[in-house]
């Protein structure tokens, strides 16, 4: 006889934080949601969590965990050695429970365990963030909340308080720089404009396709790997290609070399590969191959005026989702790809996609 209950497994990257939950099948598929909240963006750094309600999970899990609060309600716990956020928690009005909430893509079969059904916090991004990536998912359209789910105003599709601002040309200045930074601020620095000129390679080494050598800025290249997924929390990881000379520290000396300062933690993640994080509260920072001398930073950093995207400092490259192959949710990634390509067709061809405007 088929049991009424199956275990599904939550783990972190490095395999060392890990807890089992036993679901009745009677409540798949749960619902799950976008977090777009300014806290979610530097914690993760990602530009949104990808989160679902969740039971209890076992205290001796817990006890390993990294705790950080990241408000007066809410905790956030992720694992000392990789990083990977995996649950935050806040108290039950009136009870000694706690509401959970789990990182589902570091649930084992998420694709078949959750169904996401709203953006939450899309007016924290002041652009839309990555909630115009995913419009629908497996072929239902998001709910679209400004704040609280139930309780806030839905905002349409391709809602930006912020286009004209990224028009401005001091947006585009080449001695401009944008701060990046954590949740809880031990981790913070500047990114400066990439100023490429002529040649990419005479300069760097590295592969034009980092740079958009006329608007002067950085291409995202949103990677949708399991090293990424497990250690950042997201199911599709937004990053971008940074020579070092190209950040600086607040005092405007240079990072050092080892990327260790202000609360960094480092995990190795396989022979070649390190990977930065905030110790303090988990946020995913660096992302470095010791094959090439670029650092990948986690876009959900980057504090720009013009909101999330981040689009006078960055151009997305929408084509390319990489390691698409390999991306543990199948759903998640068509519903990007489907959103990515809907959203460039607009910004081309204004009108092809033209739900409100
Ligand atoms: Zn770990
Ligand atoms: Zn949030
Ligand atoms: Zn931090």
Known sequence: MMSDTIDVLTTCLCGRSNFTTTIPHSSLPMPG???????????????????????????SAIEKLAKYKSSERVTQYFCPTCGAHMLDSSPLEGSLEHNW????????????I??????????????????????????????????????????????????????RPEAHDPSGKVKCLCHCGGIEFYLHRPNIKVSPEADFGLPDKWFDVATNRYIVE???????????????MPW????PSRFSLPDGSPLPEDRMFGTMKHYRSSENVSRN?????????????????EWDLAVGLIDAESGARAEEWLEWNTVVVSYA??????????????????????????????DYE
């Open 101 to 112: 909430t789990i990182a589902t893509p570091l649930v084992q079969g998420a694709e078949n």
């Open 222 to 236: 949103a990677c949708g790997c399991d090293s990424c997924r497990l250690d950042s929390g997201a199911d599709i």
């Open 33 to 59: 949601h976008f977090c777009h909240c300014t806290s979610c963006r530097r914690i993760h750094g990602a530009l949104s969590a990808f989160h679902a309600p969740w039971s209890a999970p076992p205290s």
């Open 114 to 167: 959750f169904e996401y059904k709203e953006h939450i916090y899309i007016e924290d991004t002041k652009d839309g963030g990555t909630s115009d990536f995913v419009r629908s998912y497996n072929g239902t359209p998001l709910l679209r909340w400004a704040g609280r789910d139930g309780e806030s105003e839905q905002l349409p599709p391709y809602w930006d308080t912020t286009k004209d601002l990224r028009a």
């Open 325 to 354: 192959k390999l991306a543990y949710n199948k759903k998640m990634l068509e519903a990007w790809q489907h959103g990515y390509k809907a959203w460039e067709e607009r910004k081309h061809h204004k009108g092809i996609v033209s």
């Open 277 to 293: 994080f905030c110790g303090w509260c988990g946020a995913t920072v660096f992302y470095m191959n010791d094959e090439r001398t």
């Open 240 to 243: 971008i290609f940074v020579p």
